[in-house]
T-cell receptor, first 114, second 117 residues
Framework: KAGVTQTPRYLIKTRGQQVTLSCSPI?????VSWYQQTPGQGLQFLFE???????NKGNFPGRFSGRQFSNSRSEMNVSTLELGDSALYLC?????????????FGPGTRLTVL | AQTVTQSQPEMSVQEAETVTLSCTYD???????LFWYKQPPSRQMILVIR??????QNATENRFSVNFQKAAKSFSLKISDSQLGDAAMYFC??????????????FGKGTTLSVSS
């Protein structure tokens, strides 16, 4: 079974631009979560989606948004990019939106904002 | 709000030796899950071991075991017979029992483990 895939793997943008990152969960998984990883702040939770509904959102500004499609694929969008948005963005999928099921992580998208 | 603290930014161990990584957490919940994740240089986050808070028995996965002290809110990871492939950053993580607020993982800052031959 294929793992979680994230595209693109690397991205370079300039301040003020917007960016869309994509995540395809493991087949059959219906829950997708997004995390931001930076050297300073570590791993921080962004969003959680289940069956196209956002169940939970982390403490990030409104420039960060996301959505989930009917096939469980998810996208996250960051508008008006800032230098501090440079980070590794990790997507994780799980079978259901419960704490028991393991979250499987993708390889991440490395975003650099210049 | 729940927090996870890893007080050791870096640790080192020699091959075949044993090392223990520390983690403490803070929560007012009684039902929750604790995890150790490994992140090698490839950045692929891999689950090492998990512990359900309602279970008194410490979890074990091959060379990896935990010491879960619920009253002390402590969750350490012991790696026995360390191997070069164990070199990575290790994250301790907490997750509430599912509720309306979702099931987000709360991570510690991580411990970088180096293994020497």
């Amino acid at each position: 079974k294929a793992g979680v895939t994230q595209t693109p793997r690397y991205l370079i943008k300039t301040r003020g631009q917007q960016v869309t990152l994509s995540c395809s969960p493991i087949s059959g998984h219906r829950s997708v979560s997004w995390y931001q990883q930076t050297p300073g702040q570590g791993l921080q939770f962004l969003f959680e989606y289940f069956s196209e509904t956002q169940r939970n959102k982390g403490n990030f500004p409104g420039r960060f948004s996301g959505r989930q499609f009917s096939n469980s694929r998810s996208e996250m969008n960051v508008s008006t990019l800032e230098l501090g948005d440079s980070a590794l963005y990790l997507c994780a999928s799980s079978l259901l939106a419960d704490s028991y099921n393991e979250q499987f992580f993708g390889p991440g998208t490395r975003l650099t904002v210049l | 709000a729940q927090t996870v603290t890893q007080s050791q930014p870096e640790m080192s161990v020699q091959e075949a030796e044993t090392v223990t990584l520390s983690c403490t957490y803070d929560t007012s919940e009684s039902d929750y899950y604790l995890f150790w994740y490994k992140q090698p240089p490839s950045r692929q986050m891999i689950l090492v071991i998990r512990q359900e808070a309602y279970k008194q028995q410490n979890a074990t996965e091959n060379r990896f075991s935990v010491n879960f002290q619920k009253a002390a809110k402590s969750f350490s990871l012991k790696i026995s017979d360390s191997q070069l492939g164990d070199a990575a950053m290790y994250f301790c993580a907490y997750r509430n029992e599912a509720n309306q607020a979702g099931t987000a993982l709360i991570f510690g800052k991580g411990t970088t483990l180096s293994v020497s031959s």
